[in-house]
């Protein structure tokens, strides 16, 4: 798609992490010196580049500006460890199948043995037999990264389902070649996904248009009842809406989602693995989310000084974005309340530090 301003495309090129060395070796231009006849999705560019020079492991960034469909990134189409962040495939299809009417939220899953994984979750503690609804597995799943509750929904839809959709879907890079077990050796290879295939699932979810409107509403209302905000949100201001999803193994630390900052919400994905210690790729995903949410004020001048309008939905998706005054009661709603016999769930006090979320 043409820019109606210039003949540039909105979506740019991912530079590679070589072509990012060599392009920007000097000094990024500080965020005053920003100018609004300059676009600033290029600056941002130049800030990413500078930042993963100093990478402390493998990394891989892709950040889209929702308004405008520009992006930015680095190793943005690199194939790497997914970790708990391949649980939103996982949603996605369960999504698929509710639409295509094979169950829906209120269809019960029996626990069954190999559904346990220790790794992390309440779930695998729980009696075989134990009966879950499909939407109390979801909000377990991503809220509060539930591997049992995953491998609950994975045997139900099935991953060959799960592969060919994200097939479908054009995630290059996507791809659950095993169930959930985070003790194995295997699983940073079993778990495979990109920067850009989960920016482009999170656009799809953010614009209504992932499966059709009511699932995408419904999987951003999960992803915004998030639990574990170590990374991405932990550096914004509070009570910033962010729908999000973090995923954490062994050498390991990815946090992909879509920030709502004031008029001007961008789509974020961040991994890092190969990691020496899980503290430096949280510090560095500290970095690039502060960079990030920084840059998009000087977006945000840029646009309506051009008149681009600002990004907008309508329905309830559109209280998270800001276009109206939140309505927390409503997402609240969404949420499964816990039946009699579910156990209590615990969380921890530092959970990116997790074996696998």
């Not at 999960?222 to 962010?242: C, D, E, S, T």
Request: net charge negative; glycine share 6%; with cysteine.
């Amino acid at each position: 798609m043409e820019s109606t301003l210039n003949t540039k495309p909105f979506v740019r090129s991912i530079v590679t992490f070589a072509l990012c060395a060599s392009l920007f070796a000097t000094s990024p231009v500080p965020a005053s010196a920003f100018s609004l006849t300059s676009d600033p999705i290029e600056e941002l560019q130049a800030q990413l580049s500078s930042a993963v020079m100093h990478a402390p492991g493998r990394v891989g960034i892709a950040i889209e500006d929702l308004a405008t469909g520009e992006t930015s990134g680095v190793n943005a189409n690199a194939n790497l460890p997914a970790a708990s962040v391949i649980k939103i495939p996982v949603m996605v299809e369960v999504f698929k199948q509710m639409e295509a009417g094979a169950l829906d939220l209120n269809t019960t899953v029996d626990l069954e043995a190999s559904d346990r994984d220790w790794g992390w979750g309440d779930m695998a503690d729980a009696p075989i037999g134990t009966e879950r609804t499909v939407n109390q597995l979801l909000w377990l799943m991503i809220t509060q990264s539930d591997n049992t509750a995953t491998n609950m929904l994975i045997r139900t839809v099935g991953r060959v389902h799960i592969n060919h959709t994200m097939a479908a879907l054009g995630m290059r890079q996507t791809r659950l070649s095993d169930y959930i077990r985070s003790e194995s050796d295997s699983i940073r290879y079993a778990l495979r996904t990109s920067p850009k295939d989960m920016l482009s699932l999170l656009d799809k979810i953010a614009r209504e248009r992932l499966v059709d409107e009511w699932s995408s509403r419904e999987m951003l209302a999960i992803l915004a009842g998030q639990h574990h905000n170590g990374l991405i949100p932990a550096v914004l201001p509070a009570g910033l809406k962010i729908a999000h999803k973090t995923g954490s193994l062994h050498d390991t630390l990815n946090d992909v989602g879509i920030v709502y900052r004031d008029n001007e919400p961008y789509v974020i994905a961040v991994m890092t693995t190969q990691l020496s210690d899980l503290d430096l790729g949280r510090a560095f995903i500290h970095r690039v989310s502060r960079l990030a949410y920084h840059e998009f004020g000087s977006v945000e001048r840029w646009r309506e000084n051009r008149g681009i309008a600002a990004f907008r939905v309508d329905g309830p998706s559109a209280s998270i974005a800001g276009a109206q005054a939140p309505d927390d009661a409503m997402w609240d709603s969404l949420a499964p309340k816990p039946s009699p016999e579910a156990p209590e769930l615990s969380l921890p006090t530092d959970p990116a530090a997790e074996s696998e979320q």
